[in-house]
């Protein structure tokens, strides 16, 4: 058996020989080499795995590399440069993500990273350093497979049939990776080349969506609010990244916010959000989801909007974070339609003013549409990761910080990850880390609440802060940029923790907000928050409670549920949501941060 394969390859490497002669011997060996150093320098995750799982990624390994060189050897360009393109973005996207989180990626974290396509143009000017050497092993393989030689029979024949051949050949790592998927949940893929597995990640994505067909209808509010108007005004302010021990609100060294001792200014100490990530608290609290069967009433519910509007109130989308029209978070021109008046700023207003100028936008709206009852959702720019670039310079109160470069404005030179760096130098990263999201915390809470409370009556308005999620500082010394999004057992309780403050000068309401927070101080949820709103709205209670998806309100007693969040929420194909706690561990000191005290974080902030 040894012998008849020996003398089968010796007959492949003679054919191949031939047609590629004998001269062009050394390009071939160059050409293999810049191929084999494009697979192993973009796929640098070593996940642990028993030996059948070797065995099935090992096997699975061998077919893709087969496929690649094939493409590299393909005669026809067109085929070839398609095929190209294809594993070259494929091995940039997967190996980025594995530098920058330091995690494999899967097919729930692109179906995150799909949603989040928007903060892309905020993101990627940080992680350019980063994404330096995938993109030196991404150049190395666009060239290696498209310079010569090409044998002259890889990709010769013109037929339907052979073309078809071909191309089943390439996509046979696609589709027994996209198997696995199926047969695993759509688990169990570190390992795979990353030049197949992301396509087969879409492939079945794509698939599900084509299954599940349309999305359901929406229906209708079927409550009826009441005449009276608890409140003329209800305006939620939903700040981004806000890590809720980091606010003076909730700790003693904790950065100004501007509310800390206000009469008119309740707060509920840390609350837990409804996930970990951006898309998924914005959207499910725009759509009022519960805890059991989210997924299915993210398409099914009234939005906030519909409540709104059917309660008398005209409805303002103030959003900071995009510009020109253009949407986020998974809301699309159906939800749209509910909005009166959707305000965005210019796109060359710069980060670090963003907040600043929402709130003079904010403040001409309730100026201008005096006489009116409004409903606002205001998205703040808020402390999104990176935190450079969010602040003024001058404004850098807390010091050292991560530094400013041509890599855009929000990039830090130093090592790309925090475990690269050596012992003395990991401290000074996370404090610079840290001082860099406090500065940028500070700036855009404190400086957003001067401009929007000077003056204000709030006689007849409730103002509803809070945080679509929280932040990890790693301030324990773990590896990582990864301050939220983290998936499932990944996720740290800091991720979820957030903070949640009423504004009234109502002093009616104002008596039972302080009583409901000094009982549930630390012990809300985001998820409470939606049904609550709905009473200030004027929606009789008794028919808010009959509803059955929503959670008890905020002046119900807590729960112990109150204390999770989802960190793995668009599951399918059988997978199970995953909830993740806010409780810290015990003996955590709640505080806004402190790097672990070290000689080099001692002397970086001197």
């Known amino acids: 058996m040894i012998a008849k394969v020996k003398v089968r390859l010796e007959e492949l490497r003679a054919k191949l020989q031939g047609e590629l002669g004998g001269a062009n011997r050394a390009l071939v060996v160059v050409k293999i080499a810049g191929v084999l150093a494009f697979l192993l320098g973009t796929n640098t995750a070593r996940p642990r795995m028993g030996l059948v799982a070797w065995a099935i990624v090992g096997t699975i390994w061998v077919i893709g590399v087969v496929a690649v060189l094939h493409i590299a050897f393909f005669g026809r360009i067109v085929g070839r440069l398609v095929w190209t393109a294809m594993l070259v973005t494929a091995a940039f996207v997967g190996a980025s993500f594995h530098v920058i989180f330091d995690l494999a990626l899967n097919m729930f974290d692109l179906d995150k990273m799909l949603g989040n396509v928007g903060d892309a143009n905020t993101v990627l000017p940080f992680y350019a350093p980063m994404l330096v050497a995938p993109a030196t092993f991404c150049a190395i393989g666009l060239v290696a497979m498209n310079m010569p030689p090409f044998a002259k029979s890889v990709g010769a024949r013109v037929d339907v049939k052979g073309r078809a051949l071909h191309a089943l050949g390439q996509a046979t790592p696609i589709f027994v990776i996209a198997l696995v998927l199926l047969l695993k949940r759509g688990e169990a893929t570190n390992g795979f080349a990353v030049q197949h597995s992301l396509w087969s990640f879409a492939l079945v994505l794509a698939g599900e969506r084509a299954v599940q067909g349309a999305k359901p209808a929406r229906a209708e509010v079927t409550m009826t609010p009441s005449a009276k108007r608890p409140f003329k005004n209800v305006i939620v302010v939903m700040d981004e990244s806000g890590r809720g021990a980091s606010l003076d609100l909730n700790s003693e060294d904790g950065v100004e916010s501007g509310l800390k001792g206000r009469p008119d200014a309740v707060s509920f100490g840390v609350m837990c959000s409804i996930a970990n990530c951006s898309y998924e608290s914005n959207v499910s609290f725009r759509f009022g989801v519960g805890r059991e069967g989210y997924l299915e009433q993210l398409y099914a519910n009234p939005s906030m909007w519909a409540y709104a509007k059917k309660a008398g109130y005209a409805t303002y989308y103030l959003d900071a ?13 159906k939800e749209l339609e509910l909005v009166d008046h959707h305000i965005q700023l210019g796109a060359s207003v710069l980060a670090e003013e963003r907040d600043v100028k929402l709130a003079e936008l904010l403040r001409k709206v309730l100026r201008d549409r005096a006489g009116e009852p409004t ?118 309780p800091d991720e979820g923790r957030t903070f949640f403050v009423l504004l009234t000068r109502d002093q009616e309401k104002l008596a039972a907000f302080r009583e409901t927070a000094a009982s549930h101080y630390d012990k809300t949820s985001q998820f409470s928050v939606f049904p609550s709103m709905l009473e ?71």
């Open 375 to 492: 409903f606002m959702y205001v998205q703040k720019m808020g402390s999104h990761f990176p935190y450079e670039g969010k602040y003024p310079a001058d404004q850098a109160v807390a010091k050292p910080t991560m530094e400013r470069t041509y890599f855009g404005t929000e990039a830090d030179p130093r090592p790309s990850r925090m475990k690269q760096a050596s012992e003395d130098k990991a401290p000074d990263i996370r404090l610079r880390f840290k001082n860099s999201y406090d500065n940028s915390l500070r700036w855009n809470t404190k400086r957003f609440f001067e401009i929007v409370l000077d003056g204000l009556d709030l006689s007849e308005t409730l103002i509803v802060f809070m945080a679509d999620h929280g932040q990890d500082l790693h301030q324990d010394g773990r590896a990582g940029f990864n301050t939220h999004c983290s998936t499932g057992s990944d996720a740290h």
């Open 321 to 333: 974070q995009r510009w020109d029209g253009r949407l986020q978070s998974g809301m699309d021109a």
């Open 536 to 606: 200030w709205m004027g929606y009789p209670r008794e028919q808010i409670a009959a509803t059955p998806h929503f959670d008890p309100p905020l002046d119900a007693p807590p729960a112990p549920e109150n204390r999770r969040f989802i960190s793995k929420y668009f599951v399918r194909l059988g997978a199970k949501t995953i909830w993740s706690t806010c409780e810290l561990p015990a003996g955590t000191k709640v505080s806004s941060g402190a790097a672990p005290s070290s000689p080099a974080a001692t002397s970086a902030a001197r």
